[in-house]
């Protein structure tokens, strides 16, 4: 009988034992199984995210170029030329001095408009033969490159 009060009294009172002392909790040993699982998850879903970023952004890009080449043809449209060197892009958004026919805003702030890496998109007024070109130096900002580093024409 004295062995059962004393088994009776570790109980709750729910009929389960209760934890005592140092058994409440996680061991040690578990936070470090558990840790390293997180980790090894981590390792293995980053680059893939950072891979779906980079294509994000290059996608954004050839976009944004389409959308200021169109914004270009209606200024041609308007006026019979493109803008100036000069002018860049901020004659899509800004009346340009000499312009006589202008319609515009043909784009809000294009003078300020900068590419996924935020780099200002770079305008190549025609030349001869040679039409306009716009483009994003991506991530390096610098001419050349591969992956993110490429030019978006």
Sequence with gaps: MIWFLSVKSKMS???????????????LVELLVVLAII?????????????YL?????????V???N???????????????PTQEEGLAGLSARPADSVVWKGPYLKNAGDLKDPWGHLYQYQAPE???S?????LGRDG????????????
Aim: charged letters at 25%.
């Design 13 to 27: 009172g729910k009929g389960r034992p209760h934890r005592v002392g140092h058994e409440a909790g996680f061991s």
């Design 39 to 51: 980790a090894l998850t981590t390792a293995v879903v980053a680059p893939r995210v950072l891979g």
């Design 54 to 62: 980079g294509s994000a952004r290059i996608d954004t890009a050839k």
């Design 64 to 66: 944004q170029v389409k």
């Design 68 to 82: 200021l080449e169109s914004a270009l043809e209606l200024y041609f449209l308007d006026s019979g030329h493109y």
């Design 128 to 130: 001869g033969e040679v």
């Design 132 to 136: 306009f070109a716009v483009i994003s």
């Design 142 to 153: 610098k001419k050349g490159g591969e992956g993110e580093d490429s030019d978006i024409p």
